[in-house]
């Protein structure tokens, strides 16, 4: 997995979750689209959790040009947005899930399991 956010926290946050997680291996971090493009290959993540709201390149922007070169890599949005229109632009641009980040642990698992079975990750609140 590779974790893209601006804020240092909330990366280290981030990875934490996920690797309390014996199937789960973060293999990296970005702090905006452009950083996150620029690791793809040393990467070479199946999963992406990101932010929306980033310096240079944004989530929505980022998830746009990841898609166009690697369609098979999955991407959640991460966000404290609960926008719709912020929602239905991250799914145009080809995002595999949008959750808030105040999801609790067990939820989070849950979708991402979910999203590895091809489902589309959007909690029920948002639903």
């Known amino acids: 997995m590779l974790v893209v956010d601006d804020s240092a926290y909330v990366q280290r ?13 973060v293999a990296g971090v970005a702090r905006d689209g452009f ?56 799914i145009k641009s080809g995002a595999s899930g949008y959750l808030l980040k105040n999801i609790k642990a067990e939820e989070f698992f849950s979708l991402l399991s979910g999203v590895a079975r091809g489902e589309i990750a959007i909690p029920s609140l948002l639903a």
């Open 13 to 25: 946050r981030i990875v934490q979750i996920l690797e309390s997680s014996p199937d789960l291996k």
């Open 35 to 90: 950083e996150a493009l620029e690791r793809l290959d040393a990467v070479d993540p199946d999963v992406i959790t990101m932010d929306i709201n980033m310096p240079r390149c944004n989530g929505l922007e980022a998830t746009r040009l990841i898609k166009a070169e690697m369609p098979q890599i999955k991407i959640i949005i991460l966000t404290v947005s609960d926008d719709d229109e912020d929602l239905f632009e991250a």
